[in-house]
Each structure stands twice: as C-alpha cells, then as structure tokens.
C-alpha cells in the first residue's frame, strides 16, 4: 500500500510577496539555487510518490516550463562540458515521473483547489503538499515519514506541529486523542482559534494524506470567509466519517508564504549548502561581530 499520486495546488495568489507574485509564481520563488515547488516534488518523489498533479492558474505557467525538458538549454550545457549543472537540470524530474497540471478557475480557496485533482486522483488515497510550507533536516523526509503512518493504519494523516500558544489563531488547531508518542486520533479542529479557545497548540501545517472521501465533502462544504471553500471544513465532516490521524513530524518547517520564513529558510539552508555553506558561514560571522561591536558602547568608545 502506497500513496502513488501528489496534488501541489499552487494556484494561489501570493498576495503576502507582492509585487514579486504580480506576474510569476510564489512557488517558483529559489531557497538557495532551487524554487520551493521543486523541494515539494522531490520530498513527494522521495515518499514513493510518481504522478505530480499540479493545480495552477494562469500566472503559473512557469512552474509546467520547470518540470518540462528544455533539450535547447540541455544541449548548451553539453556542449559546454557543464556536466554538473547539466545534471541538475536533468534531475528536476528524474524518469518515471509523470505530472498532469490542472487549472484552478477562480481563486476559491484551498479546499476548492484540491477538488480541481479530482479527474486526475480518481478513487485513490492521495497526498497534498502546500510548497511554501518548506519542511527539512530530519532523518528522512516529511511526507515519507507520513507515509509509514498511513502505511500502518490505510487511513487520512495530517501533519501537525506544536506552536506557540500566542500563535494558535495563525493556524487550524486541532483537539486529538493520543495513541502513542507523535501520534493521535483527531476529535475536533477549529480554523485559527484564539489561545484561549484552542483546544491544544498542535497546528496542521502543508502535508496531507487523504482519502478520495473528502472530494465529495469538499463538494458539500459551504464557502466561508471571503468566499473561500476551507479544507479544514471538509477535513471536519470527514473526521465524522472515518479516522483522521495527527502526526507529529520531525523536522524543521519553515513558512515560506511569509517573508520572515522565506529569509529564514534561504539563511540556515544557505549554511548547509555544499557549494557556497563555509563561505557564508563566514560572511555572517563577519557581519554579526560587526553588529556586535557597533552595538557595544564599549567598542565603539561612545
Ligand atoms: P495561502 O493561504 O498561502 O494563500 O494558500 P496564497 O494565495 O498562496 O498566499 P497569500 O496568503 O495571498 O500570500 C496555501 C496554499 O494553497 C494554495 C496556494 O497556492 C498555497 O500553496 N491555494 C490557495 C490554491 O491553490 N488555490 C486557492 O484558491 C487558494
């Protein structure tokens, strides 16, 4: 049993990176030297996952150009002997992995998104990764480690990370029942609770597994806020129905829909990077005593 099909709905507007957003993809936005939806691709990859389903919209073009051959490019690179970028290239989608991309009509919310995969997911459990929630440097990536959950119990998982209770009205909070360390039986999930009315500070961040239930649901859900159809509402009628677990994945998760969780990500992924991570390192201790030293009125003799 595995979870052989990836939905990425990538057709939001972006609005929290305007003007960058204006006419390219928030997605295709680069951590370092690759843009977030291909991290979300290769950790689908990495899951087990061989059909990428994008949900798009017009602005997005450049994400179906990303995940397409460009032989024209490719050829450059040979005939230059760039043997290294030319793998890169090569590797954005290794062979055996197909992707279909599905236009989003209108902006109508995540859940709407998702129920755009229906023609293409049919009546399979499948996962959906949001890109801008980047998540590494853990021993094995979030949605292969969701896998195994789902791998055990052949039921809808949804990632969730403990929060700030100052935070709890950033995220879909849930109410769970454990059933052992990390794992819990969801009971009860409210959209952006303030902390005195969460009812934990466990929050559902950018990875799902879900079973094709919830495209009925979803069918069913009554638009909320701003019109927007929310998937937590969908998710909420089909706790009513079947098993919807809580996991408690590890790693670092980084909000890149956030210009604070973007620059995070770019600065400790910068660090870790085999090519330019020692140089770095280097520039930011320069930089950091430097601030130091102007802050301390000792330094500066004032
Ligand atoms: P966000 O809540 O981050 O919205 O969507 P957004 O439009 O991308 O960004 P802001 O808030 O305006 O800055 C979460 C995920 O759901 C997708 C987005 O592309 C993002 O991956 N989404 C959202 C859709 O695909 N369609 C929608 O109608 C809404």
């Known amino acids: 049993m595995r979870i052989r099909k990836a939905v990425f709905p990538v057709a939001g507007l972006g609005t929290r990176f305007l003007p960058a957003t204006k006419a390219s993809a928030k997605e295709m936005l680069p951590v370092v030297d690759k843009p977030l939806v291909q991290y979300a691709v290769k950790e689908a990859i990495a899951a087990g996952a061989d059909e990428m389903i994008f949900i798009t919209s017009h602005t997005k073009n450049s994400i179906m150009d990303h995940f397409d051959r460009d032989y024209e490019l490719e050829s450059v690179l040979e005939a230059k002997g760039k043997e290294e970028l030319l793998k890169s290239v090569r590797d954005v989608l290794p062979p055996g992995i197909s992707c279909v991309f599905i236009r989003q009509p209108e902006q109508l919310g995540l859940g709407q998104a998702i129920s755009c ?41 949804l990632a969730v990370q403990r929060v700030p209770w100052e ?14 360390p990390g794992l819990s039986e969801i009971r009860g999930i409210v959209e952006k609770p303030d902390p005195d009315k969460a009812p934990s500070n466990l929050a559902v961040v950018g990875r799902y597994i879900l079973t094709p239930r919830i495209f009925r649901l979803i069918e069913k859900t009554k638009p909320g806020a701003g019109g927007e159809i929310q998937l937590t509402d969908a998710i909420e009628a089909l706790m009513g129905e079947q098993t919807v677990l809580a996991y408690e994945f590890e790693g670092t998760r980084y909000d890149c829909g956030s210009k604070f969780g973007y620059l995070k990500a770019n600065v400790e992924m910068g660090l870790q990077h085999p090519d330019i991570g020692e140089e770095f390192r280097g520039y930011l201790k320069q930089l950091t005593s430097e601030w130091t030293e102007s802050d301390d009125p000792k330094a500066t003799g004032s």
């Open 167 to 180: 935070e709890t009205h950033k995220y879909g909070i849930v109410e769970v029942e454990e059933i052992r």
């Open 117 to 157: 995969a229906l023609p293409a997911v049919g009546d399979q459990d499948f996962a959906v990764i949001l890109a801008d929630d980047l998540i590494s440097g853990a021993f094995q990536p979030c949605m292969a480690q969701m896998q195994r959950v789902y791998q055990e119990y052949g039921t809808s998982v």
